[in-house]
């Protein structure tokens, strides 16, 4: 049987994949917590699959990193982000300038972790808040199995 692990929000939302038909479903599973984290899933296709629910990991970190973001219409142009927090799930960062993102708005991402290998990272998010040069993001593809950024955000 295929195990994969899952990464929980803070709103105990975790988004559980099938590994053999793709078939992704957001499920509230605050309810397991501190219970069995490993859960049998049966999916529609037929398939039985173990799912492990990772509840550390939404954590957010108060990080100094710098990056730059792109709007995804313009893609040639990259702007500074000076990271100031991240997640699993999602980063907040502030910009040179008064920005005019809105909430909604796909960004490229891309900044370098100030870990041992200097990892760099490239993500695409979606703007939830911004506030002048404030902005929160959530990270598209938030809950798959990010092993380097979970490492940086949980060392082991
Ligand atoms: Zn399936």
Known sequence: MEERGTWVNSQGVSSIKCPSCGLSKKSAVGAFKGKGHKLTIYCACGTTFQSQLD?????????????????????????YMFIRDLSLTGIG???VNRCDLQ??????????????QATVVEK???VVHANDEKVGCEFANSYITDDILGRYLVPE
């Open 55 to 79: 509840f550390r990991r939404a954590h957010r970190k108060q990080v100094k990193l710098t990056g730059f973001y792109s709007c995804s219409e313009t893609r040639k142009f990259w702007n």
């Open 93 to 95: 960062f502030k910009t």
């Open 103 to 116: 909430p909604g708005d796909t960004l490229k991402l891309m900044f370098t972790l100030d870990d041992s």
């Open 124 to 126: 695409e998010a979606m």
